[in-house]
Each structure stands twice: as structure tokens, then as C-alpha cells.
């Protein structure tokens, strides 16, 4: 028999402390727990014979058949950790008409996170969430599906392995570090390309941030849309965007991230040049670095542009090359005198390109005029959180010693020197 699984969680109506009730939890924690070793052991190992006697006989459809290949794909793949573990958080309640349909003795959909790290790249794991169903038969546990639906949403997370064979290239970075650069077979020269231009990238990126980061970095290139918006979401395009930087938890505090990957987009491959490519990996190399001591809503002048600084730095390319379209707006309309706001970031064609070179014109005036050091401790102050202009002003003021509006005119000056 098999059962289409689309759970609605539900609320227990009788929250009692009943002891024999909870040693009953205990009991399938533990035994699920030792299921998920199972599992993660037969996955890492590619045993398809374990795989298969996992299987519940109502499994979803074609979940033994995309677990054998994902298995298949991951021993492509060199890793330090790869775990499956029960996470702290509320269960979705199966409802008891979904235990009569499986004709199990007991259906539990516990909070579970797939645990991994690839070795080389990552200091310590990540964890992604899978949407897991198993089923109880008298004494033994069996999995039922790991792409459950909970209210109508997605909940399990796909890497790169879940959508075909990978290809892995590990990169000595010098220092005894290494990077580590996936994709698939149809996109190996563009691995290929990377993998030689990450070790300059790393050093770039330490030279301008300093030694207090990773010094390494795992580089992913997506084979399709489908495996980019499952690598960082669907709030980026990749038909628009070349790559992007993502990143799971930050502690500050002790400076650490995990998770943290360059993904570059199916499209990357065919539309960058060797220049464009360069420019755009050392870009999201020093988002990277970065991370840790960079919070979100932070004035995006400065921390694109300085990703666009360190994209370019160093690599002697003509300044109207690398703002073409600030170029054109200062042969047309003369010099900016404002700073772009956030907003130009995100639009598309001339504005996002204007907003981009605009920003790389501010931190390449200030590394030109006041040194890299300076630059560097600019976005350490200014990449705090959301300020008021006057605020941004101030800290402006205090690294570089300028009033904001001298500053701001000699910008302008630079730019209409360099540019017009």
C-alpha cells in the first residue's frame, strides 16, 4: 500500500504528566534516534541495501529511489560530519486518520535536522531541516518520507547532491587551510575555473579584511534554477544575479559563522568573463570574511561597496571599465554628490548598476585618499546595524577625521576626476 502524505499538525488536547506517558517518549526518541544513525551511516556509506530495508512497506513513492541516488551522489563528496538528529522545537501531531492509513502502530513526525560538514571548507557543522515521517511496526522503526508537507509548505532542504552526480575539487589555500569548490559534471570547467582562482581570491580578501576570518570558503555552482533557489532561497534570481554569498547561523560574539557558501547560478558559466568571473568570487570572498562582524540592514554603500573594492583591487582594471555606467552618468549629468540609498541596491539594469558603481567609487576614493586600513575600520564601524544619516555622518566623521559634507565633496571631486 502506498499513502500521498500531506500532514496537518493539530494541538494535543491533553497536556497531562502522566509517567508512563513520557517514559513511552523517551522510548521512540531513543529508538528513532538510532534509526537516523542508521539512516545517515547508509546514506554516507552508499549502502543501498540498508537503505532499502529502512523503507516503511508504505514508504512515499520514490523515496527509496531518490535516497539510493542521493547516497550515489554524496559519496562524491569528502565530509567531516553527516548526521541526521532529532532538534528541539515542537513536532507536528500526526493525525490519527494517517496512522489508519499506514496501518502502523504509531506515526511520528519529529523535528529533524540533516547535521553535516564537508571537510576542508567547513570548522564546524550546519544543520537544515528535513520534513520527516517515520512509522512504528511492533518493535521497529521504518521511514516513511522525508518531503512531508506540513500546512501545504516545503519544509526539507535540498543540497547538492539531491540534484545529481557532484563533482569536488579541493583547493590548498597555503597556511595548511583548503577551500573546497562542488558542482556537477555538466559544469566541471566552471569548478575547474574557480578552483585556480580561489587560492588569489583568499589571500586578496585577507590582505584588505585582515587575518581574523576562515581563510577559506566552499564554493558551490548550481546545475539548474531549481538547485540555486534550494541552495539560498527564492528571494534570489539566478537568471539576474551571478552569485551570491549565504550564510546559517552568526555568533558574534564569537566571531564564528556557519554555513557559509558562494553559490554562483546556472547562467554564471556561459555569461562571465575571466575578468567578470574573477571580480565577482573575490566580491562575495570578502562578504565572507566579513560576515561575522557584519549586521543586516547596514548601510548598503558600504558594504557593496567594498565587496566591489576588494573585487577589483589590485587587478589593474581600468576605472571606467569597472563603472561603465557611472561613466556614462557623469559624462551626462556630471559627478554624484549624494551617496545611493539602499533601495538602488536592489533595482535592476541601469539604477542597481549605477547604485553598485557608485558604491565602489566611495570606498576606492577612501582607500585611495585615507589608506586601506582606514576603509577597512570604516565598515567595521558603519556595518552595525540600521543608523540615522546623521549617525552614519558621525561615525563617518570619526574614522576619517573629515566633516561628512567635506567628505562628500571630495568624493564628488574624485569621481569627476577619474570618471568624467
Known amino acids: ?110 523535528a529533524v535536522q540533516l547535521r553535516y ?68 559534471p555538466e559544469n566541471a570547467a566552471m569548478v575547474d575555473r574557480l578552483a ?20 577559506r570558503a566552499l564554493v558551490w555552482v548550481a546545475g539548474s534554477q531549481d538547485e540555486f533557489t534550494a541552495l539560498v532561497g527564492p528571494n534570489h534570481d539566478g537568471r539576474d544575479i551571478a ?41 562575495e570572498l570578502i562578504h565572507v570574511a566579513a560576515r561575522a562582524d557584519t549586521v543586516d540592514r547596514s548601510p548598503m554603500w558600504i558594504l557593496e561597496g567594498y565587496a566591489e573594492y576588494a573585487a577589483y583591487r ?7 571599465q569597472i563603472a561603465p555606467a557611472l561613466t556614462a552618468q557623469v559624462g551626462a549629468e556630471g559627478a554624484p554628490a549624494a551617496f545611493p540609498d539602499d533601495t538602488d541596491f536592489s533595482g535592476y539594469g541601469e539604477r542597481g548598476s549605477v547604485a553598485y558603481e557608485t558604491a565602489w567609487s566611495i570606498n576606492a576614493f577612501v582607500a585611495e585618499e585615507y589608506g586601506e586600513s582606514r576603509l577597512t575600520q570604516l565598515y567595521r564601524t558603519l556595518a552595525v546595524g540600521e543608523s540615522d544619516p546623521d549617525t552614519v555622518d558621525g561615525r563617518l566623521s570619526d574614522v576619517l577625521g573629515v566633516d561628512a559634507e567635506q567628505f562628500r565633496d571630495r568624493w564628488t571631486d574624485w569621481v569627476g576626476a577619474h570618471l568624467g
Not at 500532514?7 to 508512563?20: E, K, N, P, V, Y
Not at 556509506?45 to 523515496?63: K, Q, R, Y
Not at 580561489?198 to 576562515?214: E, H, K
Open 243 to 283: 552569485a551570491v554569498a549565504i550564510s546559517d547561523a552568526v555568533d558574534p560574539d564569537a566571531a564564528a559563522v556557519s554555513g557559509q557558501r558562494i553559490v554562483f547560478s546556472p547562467a554564471s558559466a556561459q555569461r562571465l568573463t575571466d575578468v567578470t568571473r574573477r571580480a565577482i568570487l573575490r566580491h
Open 314 to 320: 589590485g587587478t589593474g582594471e581600468p576605472e571606467r
Open 1 to 110: 500500500m502506498v499513502v500521498a502524505l500531506a500532514l496537518t499538525g493539530f494541538s494535543h488536547t491533553d497536556h497531562g504528566d502522566d509517567g508512563a506517558a513520557r517514559a513511552d517518549a523517551t522510548s521512540r526518541a531513543t529508538a528513532v534516534r538510532a534509526l537516523l544513525d542508521t539512516w545517515a551511516s547508509a546514506v554516507r556509506t552508499n549502502d543501498a541495501a540498508e537503505l532499502s530495508g529502512l523503507m516503511d512497506p508504505a514508504a512515499a513513492p520514490g523515496f527509496l529511489a531518490a535516497e539510493t541516488r542521493r547516497a550515489g551522489n554524496v559519496a562524491g563528496v569528502e565530509f567531516s560530519d553527516w548526521g541526521y538528529e532529532i532538534a528541539e522545537g515542537p513536532e507536528t501531531v500526526v493525525p490519527s486518520s494517517l496512522v489508519d492509513a499506514l496501518g502502523a502502530d504509531d506515526v511520528w513526525a519529529p
Open 117 to 184: 560538514a564537508i571537510a576542508g571548507a567547513d570548522e564546524s557543522p550546519t544543520r537544515k531541516p528535513v520534513a520527516l515521517v517515520v512509522a512504528r511496526r511492533g518493535d521497529r522503526w521504518t521511514l516513511v518520507s522525508d518531503s512531508a508537507t506540513v500546512d501545504g509548505e516545503q519544509r526539507t532542504w535540498r543540497g547538492p547532491w539531491d540534484f545529481g552526480p557532484v563533482v569536488s575539487r579541493r583547493v590548498d589555500i597555503g597556511d595548511g587551510r583548503t577551500s573546497v569548490v562542488l558542482g556537477h
Open 196 to 215: 585556480e582562482e580561489l587560492p588569489a581570491a583568499v589571500v586578496n580578501a585577507t590582505q584588505l579584511w585582515g587575518s581574523g576570518w576562515a581563510g
